[in-house]
């Protein structure tokens, strides 16, 4: 084989192994690098959409709460001002009176009502003005409209409202009813109003109460038009950020893998372009030369004892074969002009 061949063999496997080797194990290097940046946003992403939606969702409660609260207090303030003005002294006359009764009916957001009780005793909490009008009059929740067997956790809001016999300002949740197919938790307040009207059948004394509530999650889901709460809307939202940002995060990769793609290319081309031109050198500086050196050798082993020799004024190591090829030439030329004069 060639020098030059062999040179340039050296030269082309010497540059594109490790190039190759690089190109190999880049993809792989790349993709863990990908994978691992993904999950690290999707765990970031997961937590932050959950946090802020669970917050965001008990500040929007919250916010509610305070809402149904307020409403139960302005009717207490309007309630006690109505019942000093008509000068009410019976919850017969209360239930009966007009303006009483339609602000015991007045609805709000739709579907959403107030209403007026009163406290019969420890723990017992009983409506005089609602919508659903006679029909629950003074009866007692439990014993006689059978409420706590059908709405358990109502009992500790309305018996937390009565106890000991005073009306007490308590509020809290029950289950009642469902929204868009899942069971609603409906918030209710009652808060005293500050006056105690005669029961003409009993000859009692029983403070007035009024109370509002309201099917918060039905309040927010309406709002957003979904049938998910607000906080997992919020946390959805955060999430499709995410993804979007791991689109990006992808076409970064993407772009950087052909970015490598196109250098390993350019260093191909450039190791293939120092080839040739290092082929192209040795045969100039080392293969010719030989070659012509050994042309020389080959005439003067036929006899042609007085060939030139080239390439005698280089100082390398080519210069150094054809001078010492010039002196074997010479002492072959004496030799052969003493075997002349014989």
């Given amino acids: 084989m060639k020098i030059a061949v062999k040179v340039v063999l050296i030269i082309i496997l010497g540059g594109l192994v490790p190039v190759g080797i690089f190109a190999f194990l880049t993809p792989g290097l790349i993709g863990s690098l990908q994978a691992e940046s993904f999950k690290a946003i999707d765990s970031f992403g997961g937590d932050v959409a959950k946090n802020i939606g669970d917050k965001a969702e008990g500040y929007l409660f919250k916010s509610g709460e305070q809402t149904v609260m307020k409403i139960a207090q302005e009717n207490a303030i309007y309630l006690r001002a109505l019942i000093k003005a008509k000068g009410i002294k019976t919850i017969q006359e209360l239930a009966s009176d007009p303006d009483i009764q339609a602000l015991g009916k007045h609805t709000w957001y739709g579907k959403e009502y107030v209403w007026i009780a009163g406290v019969f005793g420890d723990r017992d909490w009983r409506l005089l003005v609602h919508p659903l009008g006679s029909e629950v009059f003074k009866k007692h929740v439990d014993h006689d409209l059978k ?14 409202s009565a106890r000991g016999g005073t009306a007490t300002q308590n509020c809290g949740y029950y289950t009642f009813g469902e929204v868009y197919g899942s069971p609603a938790k409906k918030y209710l307040c009652n808060v005293p109003v500050g006056i105690e009207l005669l029961d003409e059948d009993t000859g009692q004394m029983i403070p007035i109460m009024t109370g509002a509530g309201a099917y918060l999650d039905s309040y927010f889901k309406d709002i957003t038009a979904s049938e998910q709460l607000p906080g997992k809307t919020i946390s959805d939202e955060i999430i499709t950020y995410v ?41 100039v500086v080392v293969s010719n030369p030989l070659i012509d050196l050994a042309k020389s050798a080959e005439r003067i082993g036929k006899g042609e004892i007085n060939v030139e020799i080239p390439h005698r004024g280089r100082d390398d190591e080519i210069g150094v074969l054809a001078e010492s090829m010039e002196g074997m030439r010479r002492s072959l030329e004496i030799a052969s002009e003493t075997m002349k004069e014989m």
């Fill in 147 to 160: 409420w706590y067997d059908k709405y358990p956790d109502l009992r500790p809001v309305l018996e937390g």
């Fill in 243 to 283: 993804n979007s940002a791991k689109d990006s995060v992808k076409a970064s990769f993407s772009k950087a893998v052909s970015q490598i793609n196109m250098y390993l290319a350019i260093a191909i081309v450039v190791i293939l372009v120092i080839a040739g031109i290092a082929t192209y050198l040795v045969a």
